[in-house]
């Protein structure tokens, strides 16, 4: 078996165990930078766009279990996910399968299957591990460290290169500079 920490198996093991612990406050964070990402915001853009502070959604981000619930059922107004309270079936009749019209006409939730989130969003994150990259950029994992490193980095006693990076794409790196900026 291969040694490296960005092989296969170790990452598939990493994958299978971050599915599993995921929380429902985790999903509301994951289902947040997911809006994020589709509509291409950094963190502070979003935040001005719902009317919040920055650090009103970094909290819902990083631990929205810790909030009121209205507060998390708000933050999910006008994304593609919601929050549903599902029944499991424990004896008896089970409940009609997920998408099946309920007894007042009306569609059941869908619920988030663990495997609707990108492994980048479960398990890319800075070097020390403390946080995620930004939402609004697709993360990558690397082989090889990107150019950045060898460039500021590989001459540093004891640096590690980074398994995981998120390039700004090209189209950002060579945009004329926006009107009225310094």
């Given amino acids: 078996m291969d040694d490296r920490p960005n092989s296969y198996p170790t990452f598939a093991a990493e994958l299978v165990e971050a599915r599993a612990t995921l929380g429902l406050g985790d999903e509301v964070g994951l289902a947040l930078r997911a809006t994020r990402h589709r509509l291409g915001l ?7 766009l719902r009317g919040w502070s920055l650090s009103r ?11 009121r619930l209205g507060d998390v059922v708000a933050a999910l107004e006008g994304t ?4 549903a309270l599902c029944r499991r079936a424990v004896g008896g009749p089970s409940p009609p ?3 099946a019209p309920s007894p007042a006409g009306a569609a059941l939730p869908v619920p988030v299957p663990p495997d609707h989130w990108p492994r980048t969003e479960l398990l890319a994150r800075v070097r020390d591990g403390s946080r995620r ?10 082989d090889f460290p990107p150019q950045w490193w060898w460039n500021t980095e590989a001459t540093r006693f004891g640096t590690v ?7 700004v794409p090209w189209e950002r790196r060579s945009a004329p500079p926006e009107e009225g900026a310094a």
Avoid at 133 to 142: K, L, N, S, T, Y
């Fill in 42 to 48: 950094s963190q502070r853009a979003y935040a001005a």
């Fill in 57 to 67: 959604l970094a909290r819902l981000e990083a631990g929205a279990e810790r909030l």
């Fill in 80 to 83: 593609e996910y919601r929050l």
């Fill in 97 to 99: 399968p997920a998408g």
């Fill in 133 to 142: 990259f930004p939402g609004h950029r697709d993360a990558e994992q690397v």
């Fill in 161 to 167: 290169p980074p398994h995981w990076s998120a390039p």
